[in-house]
């Protein structure tokens, strides 16, 4: 059993029913534990009784009893998703807190549906990774469908807004890691060029390319936009291979391709 624990209702919580923001924050207690603690007064809000259908507010102060430990009932799984697959994302997990998940995710699964991406993503799977959350979380950036890598999802509104900005103002470092053929010469610098969008030959456009436009021709292709990614060559074996370190400048679209 825990003790008795004095908790305030915090900003990314929002306001809420009492009962609902007490199972999100202790997933091993039922509803028909909250209404006990309700009815005997154990469970406090701002000092005075409380019921389960009260809503609590940022800066409110709950008092909390002592709870049995233990671990969540087990949840229904998502409509829509195989066991396979939930087991999969859930695996995925590096770290989970209450503001946010952040997922290793493999290559071959698309971060979001789209043209061609099928119903299978990063975005759909999120369903299993509420964790006695209501809303799934979201995503704040992505990933290419064939890359691997961190992929941060926000657990509440105001923490995609805070991720979102932080990625759009360069608050926030993106390194990739890349294992190229040969040796770059030289090992360090920047790769400075212009991208440009060229149409695909479907009747829909699919297939549609980034195409690399030389400095000198950009004056040419408006349409053109200024790429540049520094990069740095972590080790080499021999003349054959390199692990490289790339950290985008610009955000363009394929840029590291």
């Known amino acids: 059993m825990s003790g ?9 919580d929002g306001e809420q029913r009492l009962d609902r923001w007490l199972k999100r924050r202790f997933p091993q207690i039922t509803q028909g534990a909250v209404e006990k603690m309700c009815r005997t007064g154990q469970l406090r ?19 909390v009893p002592p709870l049995p430990e233990g671990e969540a009932p087990a949840q229904e799984r998502p409509k829509g998703i195989s066991a396979a697959d939930e087991k999969m994302i859930q695996a995925a997990v590096l770290w989970k807190d209450q503001h946010m998940i952040v997922l290793n995710k493999p290559a071959g699964l698309p971060s979001q549906g789209g043209s061609g991406q099928g119903e299978r993503h990063v975005d759909g799977l999120a369903e299993a990774l509420k964790f006695g959350y209501k809303e799934k979380p979201k995503l704040v950036h992505r990933l290419d469908k064939d890359t691997s890598g961190i992929l941060m999802l926000a657990r509440t509104d105001r923490v995609a807004r805070a991720l979102s900005e932080a990625l759009r103002h360069r608050q926030a470092r993106k390194i990739y890691w890349a294992v190229v053929a040969g040796v770059p010469n030289p090992k360090q610098g920047s790769i400075k ?13 699919e297939g549609e390319k980034m195409v690399c436009i030389h400095p000198a021709k950009a004056k040419d292709h408006p349409e053109a936009k200024r790429a540049q990614t520094d990069f740095f060559t972590l080790w080499f074996l021999g003349s054959r291979l390199s692990w490289m370190a790339l950290e985008p400048v610009t955000g363009r679209t394929h840029q590291l391709r």
Request: proline letters at 5%; aromatic letters at 2%.
């Open 4 to 12: 008795v624990q004095l908790l305030t209702i915090t900003e990314d």
């Open 45 to 63: 809000v701002e000092g005075g009784r409380a019921k389960a259908s009260d809503r609590v507010a940022p800066g409110m102060t709950v008092r």
């Open 193 to 205: 060029s212009y991208l440009e969008k060229a149409p695909g030959r479907g009747r829909g456009g």
